[in-house]
T-cell receptor, first 113, second 113 residues
Framework: DQQVKQNSPSLSVQEGRISILNCDYT??????FLWYKKYPAEGPTFLIS?????DKNEDGRFTVFLNKSAKHLSLHIVPSQPGDSAVYFC????????????FGTGTSLTVIP | KAGVTQTPRYLIKTRGQQVTLSCSPI?????VSWYQQTPGQGLQFLFE???????NKGNFPGRFSGRQFSNSRSEMNVSTLELGDSALYLC????????????FGAGSRLTVL
């Protein structure tokens, strides 16, 4: 039972344009959400997070939006750069469950120069 | 500061064998979590250890086990390997359980023939 879903396995965007990666979840108990980026042969690296008490969080070129009523999360990257090409995973956690995060299946982003 | 170190990076086993994977967390981190990554399934939580005690366990059969040592290093073991156990096994550490960010290692790629 996949509680966190990323329905787009891949996305291609031109350099300089906006990349929008989407994530849906089913568990209303989730209260904390993260995005990780993964390059081949490396472990996932933390990108940005958001608590359920907020609906937006920004960090430089990266912004995460949370729509609790729709159980939907999105990551915006503006402007997209070729170095952003990677697999992006969204993850969610319901407190208090320690470090048990539920991950989506990932979206492979390709930024075309 | 050294990152999360996983060994071995790659290994090949045959069905029925067992395997032990090792994880050294970031110095000072006391929580170690293990995740399995397979194509189409994303990352799935296996278990978390904190202060040598298992805190949480995901929905995996008893063939998957783990332990943590007093220096916070952790091992996971898979017995009676099946073809479906072929995956990337990722270890993540954090200072405490219930942390907001996990730092992942590069993973151990297990192939079962």
């Amino acid at each position: 039972d996949q509680q966190v879903k990323q329905n787009s396995p891949s996305l291609s965007v031109q350099e300089g344009r906006i990349s929008i990666l989407n994530c849906d979840y089913t568990n209303s108990m989730f209260d904390y959400f993260l995005w990780y980026k993964k390059y081949p042969a490396e472990g996932p690296t933390f990108l940005i997070s958001i608590s359920s008490i907020k609906d937006k969080n920004e960090d430089g070129r990266f912004t995460v939006f949370l729509n609790k009523s729709a159980k939907h999360l999105s990551l915006h990257i503006v402007p997209s750069q070729p170095g952003d090409s990677a697999v992006y995973f969204c993850a969610a956690r319901a407190a208090p469950t320690g470090n048990q995060f539920y991950f989506g299946t990932g979206t492979s982003l390709t930024v075309i120069p | 500061k050294a990152g999360v170190t996983q060994t071995p990076r790659y290994l090949i086993k045959t069905r029925g064998q067992q395997v032990t994977l090792s994880c050294s967390p970031i110095s000072g981190h006391r929580s170690v979590s293990w995740y399995q990554q397979t194509p189409g399934q994303g990352l799935q939580f296996l278990f978390e250890y904190f202060s040598e005690t298992q805190r949480n366990k995901g929905n995996f059969p008893g063939r998957f086990s783990g332990r943590q040592f007093s220096n916070s290093r952790s091992e996971m073991n898979v017995s009676t390997l099946e073809l479906g156990d072929s995956a990337l096994y990722l270890c993540a550490s954090s200072p405490q359980s219930g942390a907001n960010v996990l730092t992942f290692g590069a993973g151990s790629r297990l192939t079962v023939l």
